[in-house]
Structure formats: C-alpha cells, structure tokens
C-alpha cells in the first residue's frame, strides 16, 4: 500500500471504497485530515457492519434542534461570557491591488445565502436548544480607512472582539479596512458554532469563485445567480438537516450502543483531570487567555520517526502521539491518563462541501506502565487510536452525557489537553487580480489546558503549543517542547528503552509539582438547606438531576450535573423566581449555599431596577 498518497490531507475515502467491487458508499467514511492509515484500517475493518446512508432534508416546518457539537459550544459560550473569545476565529487577510470592493460585498454575501449555518441563531424552548435559520439578506461591506499599521492593528483588534450574539447574529461577520488605493485589509471573523478548520478551505474556494464571477459580471446580481456564473453546485444539503439527522440517531438507543459500550468499558475509572505541573493554581473559573509556542522537528527525527513506523506496522502519528503521552505521564506524574485527538468528523459525502462545526473529539486513554518498553506502548497506542476511529462517529458531547461524567468549572470535562495533527493548508485565499497573504492572528484565546499541534508540509512536521497563560508560562511550554524532542528522538532511535528511562529525559523542571487531580468521591452529608431560596434550589436539583434532596455544601458538578443539566436549572431558576438567571452563574456558583446567596443578591438588584422604573423607590410616588 502506498502510504505516502494516504497522508494527504485531500485523499478522499469515499471514492477509494467505491471503486471495491461489491461495495456502495460507505456512509462513516470520507476525507479526514487524521493519519489517514489508522482511520483507513478502521473504516476497512468495520466494512459491512455500518449500513449505507444518507441524509434526508429536514422538515423546515417542525423546530430544529441544534447538533451536539452546536449544543456544547453554545453552553461554553453561556458560561464564559462575552468577554470569552476563545470561541472566535478572526482571519485577517492583506489584499494588494486594486479591489473591487462591490463584487467583495456580493461574494461574501453569496456565501452567507449559500450556508444556512451561517445564517443560524439558538433559541432555547422548555430547556433544549434549537436552531432558528434567517433568510439571506444583502450583504453590506463595511470600507475604513486607517492612517498606518498601529490604527490598523487597534481596529483589527477591535473589530476582531467584538462580541456575537448567538440568538440573532449572523455567524461570520467581515470588514475591509484601507490604506492605500492598492493596499487592503480584509478581516473574516466566524463564530466556532459554525466554522470549523474544514470549513475554511470552503471558505476560501467559494469565496475565490464568486469574487471572480462578480468582477466579470457588468452589474452583480443575485446570490444563486451568482453562485451559478461561479459554476457552483446548489446545496443538497444544509447543516440544520445534519443537526436533525444527528439527533434522530441519539434518540435511537440502538444507534450508538455498540460505540457507547466500548467507550463506558475504555473510560471506567478514568481520571477526571489531567494534573500537570502550572506555574500557578487552577482557579474555580476557566480562563481563555493563551499564548502559543512552536518548534520544528529535526528532519533526521522524523526520518527516524517514519522508519520506526514501518518497522512496526503503524504510523508515523502513532509514533508522535504516544511519545507525547509519555511526555503527559513524566511531567503529570500520572501513568493513567486521558488525551483528546480532534478529527474533521466529515464521514458523511454530504458534507464534504459545508461551512459547519462538525469537529469532533475522541478520548484516548492511555494506561502506561514505567517499566514496559516504548515499543510495546506502540503497539497498545496503535491499537487504541483504530479502536477510537472505529467509533468515531459518537459526538463526544453525547459521550459526556451518557456517561455522565463530572464535571468542574475550572476545567473541561475527562480531556483537558488534545492533539491535533494535520496537513498544511493546501487552498488559501486566491482572488482574481490581486496578491493575497494570509495574515498571522494577534494574540491568542484557548478553549484547552494545552492543545498539541503537528503540522505535516514541505518543510517538514512542525509543532505548535497552544496553551492558558493563566496556567502556564511561557518558558514552561518552551522547555516542554524541547523535553518533547528530546523523548521523541530517543524512542525513535531505542524504541525498546523503558518509559521510565524515557520520562528520564523528558523530566519536568525542577521545583515545579504536578497539581493535584482529585479522586475523592464528592462528600454526601451535610446541613439541610435553610431558607426559602436554597430549598428552591434543592428542589430543582432533585427534579432535574434525580438525585436525593442535596445539602446546602453540595457541589451541583458532583451530585450528577452536567452542562445541558446547568441550562436546564438556569431556565428553571429564571421561571420560578422571575429573572434571569444565565447559566455561567450554575457554573461559578456550584455549591448550592453559594448559588442560593448568588441568587439573593439577583433578585435584590431586580427589584431596585424595578423599583426605579416605577417611581415606587423612596420619595416616589409607588408603593410596595
């Protein structure tokens, strides 16, 4: 097998297991930008167990219920608020010639009426979420002028933080700034509820297609007209009928249950956290503020990498992924652990050509022992990723509900650290006339502890780390990088060397200690709630979560709540007492005393607006 075709990110899987005689489409398997030969191999050993299929249009009639990636990063955005930008994706792009700026407006707008994602706003109905799509409207392209690089620079940075609202906006905003006749700069900025690392190269295709048509047309017409002079195939399919399709599955216990079964047994007694040694404590509250280092690895290590891949049947990520797994263990000091690897979850042939957030995460668990060789590891970690891939169509979101994990404030559930390995990108932005550089992001937000980036292009594989600086210094990730080169050099080159010599080389620096991850189970006794308010809460908790009427020390995270269920008691909360109750406070406010005192001081603050409003203060004319 030449498995050197197999690695590009574009190899496309559908039209390979058609081409078996036999065969039809094979509905769990497409592009991904994983390593291709594991996710092959799954797909090829599930061959025959997964029935074909498609995916109908929805009835736009009946509600749309949002997918479950949608659902969960709908809720990230609840609790961190709007200050949190770690849910954006800003790309700043320098167009240098001259623009044509009306064909700009009308090919953005275009891709807007082409992607109902897009166009797509949340609303919550008796505690689920539903997605509510917006007709296409013209597109008006904002033009300002900036005087040099640091105006620029302040209104990129402005521009790019401005905050969206997920009920109403429209996901993908854009704005072109000017500083010269020749010289632009055109900013995108995505909501990550509906854009995805697939989706650029969408982006960045269509966009190209329907620029050029427009600057060809003497006056531009309508979106479908112009997405028709740019040879664009109309939309067979939306994301809001994905969503619905996804959703039909989960409600179907039969769907997912072989998945879900290997899953409960892969993770049962899995640490919650990942206890790796910050320069300063975790606080109660999950910060978004990140930085990013990066390195490169030497050509003769991944020479090294490659052949010890060969040589033992797998893959040069295989390689990579438990050489960093060991790297957790050494500085962690944990050799059970849980690492999240991020796949394009673009099985469907359906959506291959879709602006969505589709990503998904699989949990590999990693169980390793100091005295096993580093081959053996190998072989297990091999293993493991075809299992996961095997599986890989569970959300994980709908992991995390059914297996009812914990969950915490101050840090993700099961997966703090993930691995994300991909090709470069292979279709920037390309339009007609003008000279386009992709421009790099300024500053940086995070939804992960750390994020592991290998980037495989002509220049070799670079790594990149993304990490919180509430957390972490930058200097620690600096040494972690090189501590990761050093492990990784030498289990390529003595794979039969113990893990325990191996986290030798990568040990972590010294005076630093592993934070604590807790393994206790959540104390069940306690002091009856008093007052009104805190019997209010023990009430909907009972209701909503099944559990024993709570104390008022229980944590709402360790007596069975999860992120949907904190949605559910902000809605609840809200109904009962008459105002509003966001879900970021369930979070910040987890132990029920604590909500209780959060939620007098609530409805204090209502009743003096109220109060205010009315003229029933002291001195007014009202009553109470």
Same mark, same amino acid.
């Given at each position: ?17 058609? =081409? ?6 094979? #509905? ?11 996710i ?20 736009r ?21 709007? @200050? ?5 994706a800003?790309?700043?792009y ?6 044509n700026?009306?064909a ?6 275009? &891709? ?21 799509? +917006? ?6 392209l ?12 302040? =209104? ?5 933080r ?22 632009? &700069? ?5 909501h ?51 969503a ?11 769907a ?44 003769t ?10 040589t ?21 000091g944990?050799?059970? %652990? ?6 394009? *979850?673009?099985a %469907? ?22 005295e ?9 970690t ?17 992991l ?5 994990l ?5 840090? *993700? ?11 470069e990108?292979? +279709? ?12 790099p ?5 995070v ?13 070799g594989?670079?790594? @990149? %780390? ?34 325990r ?23 069940t ?16 908790w009972?209701?909503?979560?099944? #559990? ?20 559910? &008691?902000? *809605?609840?909360?809200?109904?009962e007492?008459g ?7 369930v ?33 007014g004319?009202?009553?109470?």
């Amino acid at each position: 097998m030449n498995t050197g075709a197999l690695t590009d990110r574009h190899f496309n899987f559908r039209r390979f297991r058609t =081409a078996i005689p036999g065969e039809g489409r094979f #509905c769990m398997a497409d592009q991904q930008p994983d390593p291709a030969v594991d996710i092959l191999q799954a797909w090829l050993d599930r061959a025959g167990e997964a029935p074909a299929c498609t995916v109908p249009r929805a009835n736009r009639e009946r509600p749309l219920p949002a997918s479950h990636a949608q659902q969960g990063m709908w809720l990230a955005q609840q609790v961190a608020g709007d @200050d949190d930008r770690s849910l954006t994706a800003p790309h700043a792009y320098r167009l240098t010639g001259p623009v044509n700026v009306d064909a700009l407006a009308a090919a953005l707008g275009a &891709v807007l009426a082409r992607h109902e994602a897009l166009r797509t706003g949340f609303a919550v109905r008796q505690g689920e979420l539903f997605q509510v799509v +917006a007709d296409p409207e013209p597109f008006r392209l904002v033009l300002e002028d900036v005087a040099g690089p640091a105006e620029l620079n302040a =209104a990129l940075q402005e521009f790019s933080r401005l905050p969206f609202d997920l009920g109403r906006d429209p996901l993908l905003r854009a704005r072109l700034f000017r500083l010269g006749a020749q010289e632009h &700069v055109l900013v995108a900025v995505f909501h990550h509820i509906a854009n995805d690392g697939w989706s650029m190269g969408v982006f960045h295709r269509e966009l190209a297609a329907l620029y050029d048509a427009a600057t060809e047309l003497p006056s531009v017409t309508d979106a479908k007209g112009l997405a028709d002079v740019a040879e664009l195939t109309e939309m067979a399919l939306q994301y809001p009928d994905f969503a619905v399709w996804q959703r039909s599955l989960a409600d179907d216990e039969a769907a997912y249950e072989k998945a879900l079964t290997y899953w409960r047994e892969v993770l049962a007694g899995a640490p919650d956290l990942l206890a790796l040694p910050t320069d300063r404590p975790r606080t109660a509250l999950r910060s978004s503020s990140g930085d990013r280092i990066g390195f490169t690895v030497p050509p003769t290590v991944s020479a090294a990498v490659a052949d010890l891949a060969t040589t033992r049947g797998t893959t040069p990520f295989a390689v990579q992924f438990a050489a960093f797994q060991t790297l957790l263990a050494a500085w962690s000091g944990q050799w059970d %652990l849980v690492t999240g690897i991020t796949t394009a *979850n673009r099985a %469907l042939p359906e959506t291959e050509e879709l602006i969505g957030f589709f990503v998904n995460v699989l949990p590999i668990r990693g169980v390793l022992s100091p005295e096993e060789s580093f081959a053996d590891l190998l072989v297990r970690t091999g293993r493991s990723l075809v299992d996961a891939y095997k599986r890989d169509e569970v959300p994980f979101e709908l992991l995390l509900e059914r297996l009812e994990l914990p969950r915490a404030a101050g840090h *993700n559930p099961l997966v703090q650290v993930t691995v994300a390995s991909h090709q470069e990108l292979t +279709a920037p932005l390309s339009l007609s006339g003008l000279t386009v550089e992709h421009l790099p992001p300024r500053g940086l937000d995070v939804q992960e502890d750390l994020t592991f980036y290998l980037t495989s292009g002509a220049q070799g594989v670079r790594g @990149d %780390l993304a990490f919180r600086t509430d957390l972490f210094d930058r200097s620690t990730m600096e040494e972690l990088g090189r501590a990761y080169l050093r492990l990784l050099q030498k289990s390529a080159a003595q794979p039969e060397t113990a893990l325990r010599r191996l986290a030798e080389e990568a040990a972590v620096p010294a005076g630093r200690a592993a934070a604590e991850a807790s393994t206790d189970a959540p104390e069940t006794a306690g002091t009856a709630p008093r007052g009104v308010l805190e019997e209010l809460i023990a009430t909907v908790w009972s209701d909503l979560l099944g #559990c024993d009427s709570p104390p008022r020390e229980a944590n709402f995270f360790q007596v069975g709540g999860t992120s949907l269920a904190a949605s559910r &008691v902000a *809605n609840r909360l809200s109904e009962e007492l008459g105002v509003r109750v966001p879900v970021r406070d369930v979070f910040r406010h987890s132990e029920l005393a604590a909500l209780a005192a959060h939620l007098t001081e609530l409805i204090r603050k209502a009743a003096g607006s109220q109060a205010a409003a009315t003229g029933s203060g002291p001195g007014g004319e009202g009553h109470a």
